[in-house]
């Protein structure tokens, strides 16, 4: 099937999924000799050239670490194979055509107050249809380019299992594994070394480890730790030793959490949890306030800490990319050093309101939120250092009226929205053009904002120049009177109110 990754590409990851329990129904076919559930398969080539693929504890082990994988093939397992790639630019060049249609319609409404409404529905619905088909297309194709790659990361994953494995049998058999030894020494080695006299940099990436000694946070004036491509599971609380670390990168492991003695770390400056298994970052880690940069991007985070932004607030590039992100708390937009946010394929539904006070942010990236992103903040103009701004792939309809006061703006990307406003003609003449377009809009708005404030002072002043008048006379008629017949009865017709 179109999902299943390609063997000769992903061999090991082919092997696995091929091995997982399927629910779908075999196809009736009297030519297919039968198959007998109780007898093993014949063994394939690549049996022949890794054979502890066939062992059951490196294949559970394998199966457990691609669950991602499974879950994502599945789904396109509904969805269909991914479209080719006419098929993708014709669907790009219909929407195009269809959202200039749109906008159009839109004027032709607003001029042809004659139009029949039921006609008008009925053109609008068809289009309304045709686009949602291109979008769909679109986004199929988009989830099948991030589909592959998942199978590249999850084939080294299972490469690095069996190497493991590998190793594990060598030294049990008693053939050697004189190469993991061979890292342990040097591991040992450079952790006595520490201890004797203090290092500031140690590097281990690419070590394949699966432990880190706790006395590695004994060693004294360490400034970088680089753990990076290994296959730790887990980082020991003893950490928090390392009072002077500034620099800490555990990207391309397996970490499921951090511990919360990471917060004791509090000159660290530089911290890389990416590409790992997280679901979730421990409240601890706001109190690194010295953080300059995080990445916690290629992960499953579905939220952030409530008090990141009011604690972090020397943070200036956050990668939250490639994560399950619904929200972003209300507090980050007390990161005022932020420059750098990096939350595309996500699933933002919106942006806090705070957002707008990210006054020194120059780099965004929001899209590929797909269905979820609708709209933005109404005063996202504020946002006058922002410099690049990606918002493609979402379904935003219409850009805030303030977004023509983004001077500093000179990259725009909103490919992929369904934008009304500004209109795909202007969008197609660039960033300059949508701001003067946008500019221009919140000007008028502004100027019949004011007209009408303007006429409805004149009515109420007009109503109180009539109410003072009509006081006035009726008060010069009463004087008159008196004064005429100062002893005679009052005349009840000068007493009416005018």
């Known amino acids: 099937m179109a999902a299943d990754p390609n063997p000769k590409k992903f061999p090991v990851l082919s092997y696995v ?8 129904p075999a196809k009736s076919s009297s030519s297919a000799p039968a198959f007998d559930v109780e007898q093993p398969p014949p063994q394939s080539s690549i049996e022949i050239e890794m054979p502890h693929l066939a062992e059951p504890g490196v294949l559970a082990s394998m199966t457990k670490a691609i669950t991602d994988v499974a879950e994502t093939r599945s789904v396109l397992r509904t969805l269909g194979p991914r479209p080719d790639h006419e098929a993708v630019d014709r669907a790009r060049a219909k929407l195009n055509e269809i959202e200039g249609m749109l906008s159009e319609s839109f004027e032709d409404i607003a001029l042809t107050e004659a139009a029949g409404e039921d006609e008008i529905e009925k053109r609008r619905r068809e289009m309304d249809q045709e686009k949602t088909w291109c979008e769909s297309i679109l986004k199929l194709d988009e989830v099948h380019g991030s589909y592959e790659k998942l199978l590249s990361e999850a084939e080294e994953r299972l490469v690095r299992i069996y190497e493991f494995a590998e190793k594990k049998a060598k030294v049990e058999e008693g053939e050697g594994g004189v190469e993991e030894v061979e890292v342990n020494e040097e591991v040992v080695g450079i952790l006595q070394e520490a201890l004797a006299n203090p290092v500031e940099r140690v590097d281990l990436s690419g070590r394949k480890l699966s432990l880190l000694p706790e006395a590695f946070g004994r060693i004294q004036g360490l400034l970088v730790l680089n753990l990076s491509n290994n296959q730790l599971q887990a980082i020991p609380d003893s950490i928090a030793g390392l009072h002077g670390l ?29 590409t790992n298994k997280l679901t979730a970052l421990p409240d601890s880690i706001c109190r690194c306030g010295s953080l300059v ?6 992960n499953r985070l579905t939220y952030l800490p409530t008090n990141i932004g009011s604690e972090l607030v020397n943070l200036e590039k956050l990668m939250i990319q490639y994560n399950k992100i619904r929200s972003l708390p209300s507090s980050i937009g007390e990161m005022r050093s932020l420059t750098y946010l990096d939350a595309h394929f996500n699933e933002l539904h919106g942006l806090p309101d705070s957002f707008v006070l990210l006054t020194n942010l120059e780099y965004l990236n929001l899209s590929s939120n797909f269905s979820d992103l609708k709209d933005l903040p109404s005063s996202f103009g504020d946002l006058i250092s922002l410099q690049k701004l990606d918002l493609s792939n979402n379904q935003i309809h219409s850009l805030p009226d303030t977004f023509g006061t983004l001077e500093s703006l ?19 003449e660039g960033v300059v053009a949508v701001k003067m377009y946008m500019g ?56 009416r109110e005018l």
């Open 440 to 495: 221009k809009r919140r000007i008028t708005m502004l100027e019949e904002e004011e007209r009408r404030r303007v006429e409805e002072e004149m009515e109420q002043a007009n109503a109180g120049w009539l109410t003072r008048t009509t006081s006035k006379l009726k008060s010069y008629v009463s004087d008159v009177s008196e004064y005429l017949n100062p002893s005679s009865p009052r005349d009840p017709y000068l007493e």
């Open 410 to 428: 000179v990259e725009l990307n909103v490919d992929q929205n369904p934008l009304v406003v500004p209109p795909q003609e202007v969008v197609k």
């Open 17 to 24: 999924l091929a091995r997982l329990p399927s629910f779908t």
């Open 293 to 298: 940069v995080l990445d916690v991007s290629f």
């Open 246 to 274: 500034v620099e800490l990168d555990v990207s391309g492991n397996l970490l499921e959490t951090l511990p919360d003695s990471i917060g004791l770390l509090s000159n660290l400056k530089i911290l890389n949890v990416s």
